[in-house]
């Protein structure tokens, strides 16, 4: 597609070795279940082939918008909804977030806010171009996204350091 994507991770590992739904249980059953993690991770489209959950997304018209149907020769087809309520990539802050392999290119608009938030999972070895900084922002529902203070810079790259 082109386009980020989130999912269950089982390449490598034996059948009951990991959850295959996707997101995991602990983040469906929290307040606000599917439909909360999906906004809150800034998720735009959910694409399924999975009835119950096809089922269960059409129930949920306030929520999810069916936007399209995909016929398969190898399946019944697959089921593209809308995630309805989001606000995209930023918590906290405006621009846009544009993500490719190991990089993060952030545009704000001027002037550039003195912090924001981008819906991305935060780690330690995460580093910005000075001079921008970075910091873990929790956000008090489940998972820490990472935090930006752009020091003036209406564009900052974001990578992952090598810990060489």
């Known amino acids: ?3 980020e994507m989130m999912a269950c991770d089982y390449y490598g590992f034996p059948p009951g070795m990991v959850e295959m739904d ?3 249980r602990r983040e469906r059953e929290r307040p606000g279940g599917l439909h909360g993690f999906m906004t809150l991770h800034g998720v735009s489209h959910v694409i399924t082939y999975h009835r119950r959950y ?3 997304l059409r129930s949920q018209p306030e929520l999810f ?3 399209d ?3 398969s020769e190898e399946r019944e087809g697959f089921a593209l909804f809308e995630v309805l309520g ?3 990539r930023f918590l906290e802050g405006a621009g846009s977030v544009r993500a490719d392999f190991n990089r993060w290119e952030i545009r704000f608009p001027a002037p550039p806010p003195e912090q924001a938030v981008i819906a991305y ?3 330690p070895r995460l580093c910005a171009d000075p001079p921008a900084t970075l910091f873990p922002h929790d ?3 489940g998972a820490t996204f990472i935090g930006i203070r752009p020091n003036g810079a209406r564009e900052v790259r974001i990578r992952y350091r090598n810990r060489f």
């Open 139 to 141: 956000t008090g529902r």
């Open 65 to 67: 918008r069916e936007a």
């Open 86 to 88: 989001g606000d995209g």
């Open 1 to 3: 597609t082109g386009r």
């Open 22 to 24: 996707y997101p995991p």
């Open 54 to 56: 096809i089922e269960f």
């Open 69 to 71: 149907w995909i016929d």
């Open 121 to 123: 999972n935060w780690h």
